[in-house]
């Protein structure tokens, strides 16, 4: 996978209080709801994340499989925001690092507000956005009544998916706890994510 010439992205000036990081990072061979934390990960470019039961260059998700093996997989890497366990124990629900699921929890990016393309830089590592995850009524059967807190209706009558977005990996590289983030939007027009 080649990535754009980097000069037609625009990386996004920090927010004067911290840069964005990783918090912590997760994998599991096993298709399951959660992912342990692990020291680190190593995602391969055009495949996802070493040994997790999700990498691959077609898709993996049980119901992407059985609707069309060969699609190309979007979901690659699962990113979510630390920032959503805050509210979520706010709100009475205590959701570790790992528990949704995903690969890479962050801290410092509003990472549902960022377009679809935009790259996140790792280290050497780069993920590419491809859209929203969509929760899952999986989600009650973890903890009975959390879906309605990532899966809310807007007064506009839209669907508000919370729980993080999904990317591919434009270039690989080792993602450790603590590792820097750079944010780089893609060229105009940008394009809001919707769920893949």
């Given at each position: 996978?080649?990535?754009p ?44 994340v ?28 699962h ?118």
């Amino acid at each position: 996978m080649h990535e754009p010439p980097s000069e037609t992205y625009q990386v996004v000036p920090d927010n004067g209080h911290m840069h964005p990081f990783v918090v912590a990072v997760h994998r599991s061979d096993r298709h399951g709801f959660s992912k342990p934390t692990v020291r680190e990960i190593e995602l391969v470019e055009g495949f996802g994340v070493m040994g997790d039961a999700h990498a691959g260059a077609t898709v993996r998700h049980r119901s992407r499989v059985r609707a069309d093996p060969d699609q190309p997989n979007l979901r690659q890497v699962h990113l979510i925001h630390a920032e959503l366990l805050e509210h979520l124990a706010a709100v009475g629900h205590r959701v570790s690092p790992g528990e949704l699921g995903e690969n890479i929890t962050t801290r410092g990016i509003a990472l549902l507000d960022v377009p679809v393309g935009t790259r996140l830089t790792i280290g050497e590592a780069v993920i590419t956005v491809t859209g929203l995850r969509n929760p899952c009524r999986q989600i009650n059967d973890f903890q009975p009544g959390l879906l309605k807190h990532v899966l809310r209706t807007t007064p506009e009558g839209d669907l508000e998916r919370l729980t993080g977005v999904m990317g591919i990996v434009s270039r690989g590289g080792t993602v450790r706890a603590d590792d820097e983030i750079t944010v780089a939007l893609p060229p105009e027009p940008h394009h809001r994510l919707t769920r893949v």
